[in-house]
């Protein structure tokens, strides 16, 4: 069973910085990890990915401020600066042994974290 930890997270005001951790369960290394968003009331958003060989995509709306790394096989950051009210969102690790669209594609990933919240005020 695969699980993805998530960590960080937290309030900040607007300008401000997070970095998001995700760690995977696994004894493999994922082909793709990313990070997408979501609240209730709005639908879920691809946030950025990364893959195993280390090519990145990002969502237009955080192009340029945030930055997706690979801390070690199993292991990824997303280091957010600059952050809008309009960040504000819960954050989900993404996981997925086959492959990922630049498009950021929900349904390329076949595993979720539980999510961390991310406030950031004005």
């Known amino acids: 069973q695969v699980q993805l930890v998530e960590s960080g997270g937290g309030s900040v005001q607007a300008g401000g910085s997070l970095r998001l951790s995700c760690a995977a369960s696994?004894?493999?290394?994922?082909?793709?990890m990313g990070w997408f968003r979501q609240t209730s009331e709005k639908e879920r958003e691809g946030v950025a990915i990364?893959?195993?060989?280390?090519?990145t995509a990002y969502a237009d709306s955080v192009q340029g401020r945030f930055t997706i790394s690979r801390d070690n096989a199993k292991r990824m950051t997303l280091e957010m600066s600059n952050l809008k009210p309009t960040d504000s969102d819960m954050y989900y690790c993404?996981?997925?042994?086959?492959?990922?669209?630049?498009?950021?594609?929900?349904?390329?990933?076949?595993?979720w974290g539980q999510g961390t919240q991310v406030t950031v005020s004005s």
């Open positions: 993404v996981a997925t042994w086959g492959w990922c669209e630049d498009s950021l594609r929900a349904s390329d990933f076949h595993y």
């Open positions: 696994t004894s493999t290394t994922p082909s793709c």
């Open positions: 990364i893959r195993k060989m280390g090519s």
